[in-house]
T-cell receptor
């Protein structure tokens, strides 16, 4: 069965610092991969999706970026974090059904 | 553009009460509809999904949802809730492509013993 690993699980970063959240998928190959952000009272917002290595589509313009260096690896990054980047970030994999990782909680101070 | 509206942000019920959570969507094409649940401290899990066929779909843990095309709705129901149903519930819409799902803002359900 499919498993999605995300790390770190919790992160506290100062404004202006860089960010790297990592997601790896096991149990499937060539999945579509997604980064969602869950902010309080705002539901789940799709940030990026990828249909293959090196292929990234952005849904929302912002200071975040994503990369997919390997088939089952999806990375969310920022060069300089903003306060508004705080939230719960979820990686998801789609092989006909969306499976979610356990999430990474980011607090920007 | 597609959108999903969940009418109730917070719902409080007593055990054994019946549940209906509203979900309306806006999309001009063929829709795939989902309900996800996030129990406290756990990750999002799929409750049920509708792609085509019988508009009444049954999911895990006694949940069901009915797709009513004329009302653009996909409401979630359960005849008798339990304390363990306390969770956040998300309705989601997909157009069938690779560009992910559009989620509603979620409904926080609290079941009082």
């Amino acid at each position: 069965s499919q498993t999605i690993h995300q790390w770190p699980a919790t992160l506290v970063q100062p404004v202006g610092s860089p960010l790297s959240l990592e997601c790896t998928v096991e149990g499937t190959s060539n999945p579509n991969l997604y980064w969602y952000r869950q902010a309080a009272g705002r539901g789940l917002q799709l940030l990026f999706y990828s249909v293959g290595i090196g292929q990234i589509s952005s849904e929302v313009p912002q200071n975040l970026s994503a990369s997919r260096p390997q088939d089952r690896q999806f990375i969310l990054s920022s060069k300089k974090l903003l306060l508004s980047d705080s939230g719960f970030y979820l990686c998801a994999s789609d092989t006909g059904e969306l499976f979610f990782g356990e999430g990474s909680r980011l607090t920007v101070l | 553009a597609q959108s999903v509206s969940q009418h109730n942000h917070h719902v409080i019920l007593s055990e054994a009460a019946s549940l209906e959570l509203g979900c309306n969507y806006s999309y001009g094409g063929t829709v795939n509809l989902f309900w996800y649940v996030q129990y406290p401290g756990q990750h999002l899990q799929l409750l049920l999904k509708y792609f085509s066929g019988d508009p009444l779909v049954k999911g895990i843990k006694g949940f069901e949802a009915e797709f009513i095309k004329s009302k653009f709705s996909f409401n979630l129901r359960k005849p008798s809730v339990q304390w363990s149903d306390t969770a956040e519930y998300f309705c989601a819409l997909g157009g069938g492509g690779a560009d992910g799902l559009t989620f509603g803002k979620g409904t926080h359900l609290i079941i009082q013993p």
